[in-house]
C-alpha cells in the first residue's frame, strides 16, 4: 500500500482502532466490557503487538478509582522520565485545571537519589520511591520499568498502611519482575497490571491515557 | 523466588543479559556477531520479548556509522519526547564532551509545529522533521513513534540528497507503518530497523544506547 500521507493524527489514531478491532475480534480480548477493552485497545496500538494484553489484570475496580483520583487532581507518581515525559499534561488539564507540572513526581534523576543511590549501591527507583513515600496516598503510580519500585510500594501497602489511589504496575525485565508483580496480587488496592515480564514505560503511560479517554468521551 | 532486594542497578542488568543469552542459545539470534548482537539483547531486554530482535535489519554498516557520528558529537533528531528524555546526556559526554541539549533536536512540542500541523490537517511529526530538514545531514535519526516522520525523511534522502550519518527507523503501528520501513529499505544510507510493525520510543532509545556500549565498553 501506499504511504497515506494526507491523514492526520486522529484518523490515523481511528484507523489503526479499526484494524486492532477487525483483528482481535474472534479473540478473548473482544469480550473485555468497553472500560477494560480501551485500556487493551491502546495497549496493543502503543506495542504493536496484538498479544500485549493477554495478561492484563484489573484489581478492586482500578478504572473507576483512576477516574476518581484524576478528577480530584491527584499527585502521579511514576518512575521514570518517559513515564514524565510521556503523559499529557494537557489531558489532564482538561480534565482537572489544577493539574500541573508539580503533580508529577518523577525523582529518579534527582541528585540526592542519585547520591544516595551510589553510597548505598542500591537502585535509584527504590531511593526515589522512599524519598516519595509520606507522598503516595491517595496518589496515582505508575511503574513501567523499576520492578524494585514496585516491590517498594508493595511493602509499604502491605506493611505500612500506605493507599494509593491506583497502582498501574508495568514493570519490564527479567529479574524481580513477574515476583514483583505477583506481591502486587497480594495488595488489596486498586490496580492494573500485565502480568508476566512485559511491561514499559510507554505501556503505564498508555493505561493512564486510555483510563483519561473514560472521562473525556463521556 | 523472593524479590531479590540488594542488587544494584548494574548488577541486575548483567543477570538480566545472562537469562536472555540463555534463553536464546539456540535461536538465529545467538550467530550474530557481537555488535549486532548488542543491539538485539538491549531490544529484548527493553520490551521483555524473546521475539522482538527478530525483524532486526542492518544496512550499510549502520554501526560503524552511529559510532562515528557519535563520536564526532553530530546532532541526534528525535520524533518523541520520550526518546529525547529517555536518552543518556551523561553517556552522551563520556562519548564526546562537547554533547549538549541542544544536539537533541526534538521540535515534536514546538508551539510553531502544533499551529502548523493543525492549520494544514497534517500531523506533529511531518511537520517536525521539516522544521529540521536542514540540520538532518550527517545527523543520528532516531524515529520511534511516527512513520510519516520516517517517510519524510526517506523522502528527502531518495529525493533531495539529504544524507543522515544514522536512521533508526522503529516507529511503531497499524497505519504507514510497514510501508514508510519499505521505503527506508530503498534508501542508501546506514540505517538499523524492525521490519514490520513492531517499535516504540523506547526501542529507538536502546537501539543508540547499544551502538554506544561499544564504544564504552572498549
Redesign the interface.
Known amino acids: 500500500?501506499?504511504?497515506?500521507?494526507?491523514?492526520?493524527?486522529s484518523e490515523?489514531e481511528q484507523?489503526?482502532f479499526r484494524?486492532?478491532e477487525e483483528e482481535v475480534k474472534n479473540t478473548p480480548l473482544a469480550m473485555l466490557p468497553n472500560p477494560a477493552w480501551k485500556i487493551a485497545r491502546r495497549l496493543i496500538?502503543?506495542?504493536?503487538?496484538l498479544h500485549i494484553a493477554d495478561t492484563l489484570t484489573f484489581s478492586c475496580s482500578p478504572i473507576q478509582a483512576g477516574i476518581d483520583a484524576l478528577m480530584q487532581a491527584r499527585p502521579i507518581f511514576c518512575d521514570s522520565?518517559?513515564i514524565?515525559?510521556?503523559l499529557s499534561l494537557q489531558k489532564l488539564q482538561t480534565i482537572n485545571p489544577l493539574y500541573s507540572e508539580k503533580h508529577i513526581l518523577c525523582s529518579i534523576s534527582d541528585s540526592d537519589v542519585i547520591q544516595r543511590?551510589k553510597q548505598e549501591?542500591?537502585?535509584?527507583a527504590?531511593c526515589a520511591v522512599e524519598k516519595n513515600k509520606d507522598k503516595l496516598n491517595n496518589a496515582i503510580i505508575l511503574i513501567g520499568n523499576a520492578?524494585?519500585a514496585l516491590?517498594k510500594i508493595c511493602q509499604y501497602v502491605l506493611e505500612e498502611q500506605v493507599k494509593p489511589a491506583l497502582i498501574i504496575g508495568m514493570p519490564?525485565?527479567?529479574?524481580?519482575?513477574v515476583?514483583?508483580k505477583e506481591?502486587l496480587t497480594s495488595c488489596a488496592v486498586p490496580y492494573i497490571s500485565l502480568l508476566?515480564?512485559?511491561?514499559?514505560?510507554?505501556l503505564a503511560v498508555t493505561t493512564l491515557h486510555a483510563i483519561m479517554e473514560n472521562i473525556l468521551e463521556k
Chains 1, 2 share one sequence.
Open positions: 500500500m501506499p504511504i497515506q500521507w494526507n491523514l492526520s493524527a490515523i484507523k489503526s484494524i486492532i496500538h502503543t506495542t504493536a503487538d522520565k518517559m514524565r515525559s510521556g543511590a549501591n542500591r537502585t535509584r527504590i520492578p524494585l516491590a519490564v525485565g527479567f529479574v524481580n519482575v515476583e514483583a506481591l508476566g515480564r512485559r511491561g514499559g514505560s510507554a
